[in-house]
Nanobody, 117 residues
Framework: QVPLVESGGGLVQPGGSLRLSCAAS????????MGWYRQAPGKQRESVAA???????KYADSVKGRFTISRDNAKNTVFLQMNSLKPEDTAVYYC???????????WGQGTQVTVSS
C-alpha cells in the first residue's frame, strides 16, 4: 500500500488559500521530522516546510509568513495551510519524512496546486 497520501490541492486564484493533508498508513508518533515538498513543471523538487514531533517548524524563505505546517500524530496526518497563494506556488505538493540524506517513505502521487486567475 501507498504509505502516504496527499490531498487537498486544487485550483485557486492568487491570494487564495488551500489546506493540504498528508495521511500516513502507519503511525507517525515516533517519526520526529515530517515535511512538505513541491515540484513545479521542469523544476527540481524543493523543500517547503518541516515540523518535528515537538512542534519546531522550518520554512523555505519563499513561503515564510504565508504557509503553516502542523501535525496530528493521533490521526497520523500532517497538514500544510497555504495562504496568500501566488502563481509561483503552482506545483505538485508531496509529503515525506527526511531521514539523513534520504526519506523514510516512498514518494506518492502528490496533490496538484494551481494558482491562476
Amino acid at each position: 500500500q501507498v504509505p502516504l497520501v496527499e490531498s487537498g490541492g486544487g485550483l485557486v486564484q492568487p491570494g487564495g488559500s488551500l489546506r493540504l493533508s498528508c495521511a500516513a498508513s502507519g503511525s507517525i508518533f515516533s517519526i520526529n521530522a515530517m515535511g512538505w515538498y513541491r515540484q513545479a513543471p521542469g523544476k527540481q523538487r524543493e523543500s517547503v516546510a518541516a515540523i518535528t514531533s515537538g512542534g519546531t517548524t522550518k520554512y523555505a524563505d519563499s513561503v515564510k509568513g504565508r504557509f503553516t505546517i502542523s501535525r496530528d500524530n493521533a490521526k497520523n496526518t500532517v497538514f500544510l495551510q497555504m495562504n496568500s497563494l501566488k502563481p509561483e506556488d503552482t506545483a505538485v505538493y508531496y509529503c515525506n519524512a527526511p531521514y539523513g540524506n534520504t526519506f523514510r517513505y516512498g514518494w506518492g502521487q502528490g496533490t496538484q496546486v494551481t494558482v491562476s486567475s
